[in-house]
């Protein structure tokens, strides 16, 4: 999310309340999620102002003014939302553009590497939150996010505290990087089940996981290559803040055990053996 997040503010900054003069896609699988296709998604742009962008999670969208409609981006593995002026030359894996009816000299890009990110349109809800992510639940950061309620979905859910944090029905944006910082500063293993967490302890691990997130916004985000960057083509340093993610075989910064890495849901999670002692096996 905080990488996400990054990106939504430098939209909001330089895409906000323009008008869409024209819009290009370059190449269809970065549309794919457009069932009607790569020219009526270009056509269906133009003429458009669009609103405030918001974000939901790993989600952002662009609203466009007066339609009921929003452009809503998932960035995949290396999705980059620049905007560059016009004149910039055309980025290597360059899959969308879109061009702007002011004078203001920039303009829209949508680059993707590997393809796994993607733009399509879709209609909204009346609280403006495209149709096929309303299952998605509210960030942390966000205000109306209900603390209480996320408890109590933890305790009923059944399951491991890595798994919880990863579960985008009970709260979003999370994502690899932060549960593994969130649950260090908690000093929780990651198969910790949440059936065991009290309210107090939840609400800790909250706490943690807002620290996380807000520090990353502090810094831009976490860039462990070039394909994260925000509209201006900066890249995040928080990876240099990093506790526990990508620090095995390093001491802990609190007790000085060498951190772990363990294979866990085709992805990794880096703990200390100390003081994120593995819960006890029940017979």
């Known amino acids: 999310m905080p990488e996400v997040e990054v990106v939504r503010r430098g939209l909001e900054r330089w895409i906000a309340h323009r008008t869409v003069a024209d819009a290009?896609?370059?190449?269809?699988r970065a549309v794919r999620r457009h069932l009607a296709g790569a020219d009526d998604f270009a056509h269906r742009l133009e003429g458009h102002r669009f609103g405030v962008p918001s974000r939901r999670g790993k989600y952002l969208w662009l609203p466009l003014a007066?339609?009921?409609?929003?452009v809503l981006a998932h960035l995949?593995?290396?999705g980059q939302l620049l905007v560059q002026p016009h004149q910039a030359p055309a980025e290597k894996h360059l899959r969308v553009r879109v061009r702007f009816a002011d004078v203001q000299g920039t303009e829209l890009r949508f680059v993707d590497q590997r393809t796994f990110g993607g733009l399509s349109l879709h209609d909204t809800g009346e609280d403006g939150?495209?149709?096929v992510i309303a299952h998605i639940a509210r960030d942390p950061l966000d205000?109306?996010?209900?603390?209480?309620a996320f408890h109590t979905a933890l305790r009923r859910k059944r399951t491991t505290i890595k798994r919880a944090l990863l579960d985008q029905s009970l709260l979003?944006?999370?994502?690899n990087i932060y549960a593994d910082e969130a649950l260090w500063r908690s000093r929780l293993h990651y198969d910790r089940p949440t059936a065991t967490l009290t309210?107090?302890?939840?609400?800790?691990?909250?706490?943690?996981?807002?620290?996380?997130?807000?520090?990353?916004?502090?810094?831009?985000?976490?860039s462990f290559d070039s394909l994260y960057?925000?509209?201006n083509g900066e890249s995040g340093y928080f990876d240099r803040s990093l506790d526990a993610y990508g620090r095995e075989g390093e001491p802990c910064r609190r007790c000085a055990t060498p951190m772990r890495r363990r294979p866990w849901m085709n992805r990794s999670s880096y703990f200390c053996p100390k003081c994120q002692r593995p819960p006890r096996l029940t017979v």
Request: no cysteine.
């Open 76 to 78: 995949g593995m290396s």
């Open 229 to 231: 960057v925000n509209v």
């Open 129 to 131: 939150l495209p149709d």
């Open 199 to 222: 309210r107090p302890r939840t609400a800790e691990l909250l706490g943690h996981v807002r620290d996380v997130m807000n520090a990353a916004l502090a810094v831009g985000g976490t």
């Open 66 to 70: 007066d339609s009921g409609q929003a």
């Open 172 to 175: 979003s944006g999370v994502g």
């Open 143 to 148: 205000p109306l996010f209900d603390d209480e």
């Open 24 to 28: 290009e896609v370059l190449h269809p």
